[in-house]
């Protein structure tokens, strides 16, 4: 494996585990949220809801992560 190589490796291990550390808490209470306090009982209406708010937390957690490791802060 080159360095090119080793770089983009630990790149990708660090955006897949910051996505678990993130991800799961974050699913766990928009689910709390939407079923427990606002009773949405339509799983197309809380499905569309919480993949629009993973999607959004998605992209700001890869170009926070790119654009430190493009700052070599990694």
Request: glycine fraction near 2%; proline fraction near 3%.
């Amino acid at each position: 494996m080159n360095k090119t190589e080793k770089v983009a490796f630990r790149e990708a291990v660090i955006v897949v585990l910051m996505g678990a550390v993130i991800n799961f808490p974050l699913q766990t209470f928009l689910l709390w949220l939407t079923i427990d306090n606002w009773s949405w009982s339509n799983p197309l209406t809380i499905s569309i809801f919480t993949q629009s708010i993973l999607t959004f937390v998605a992209l700001l957690r890869v170009y926070s992560i790119r654009m430190r490791f493009q700052r070599g802060k990694f």
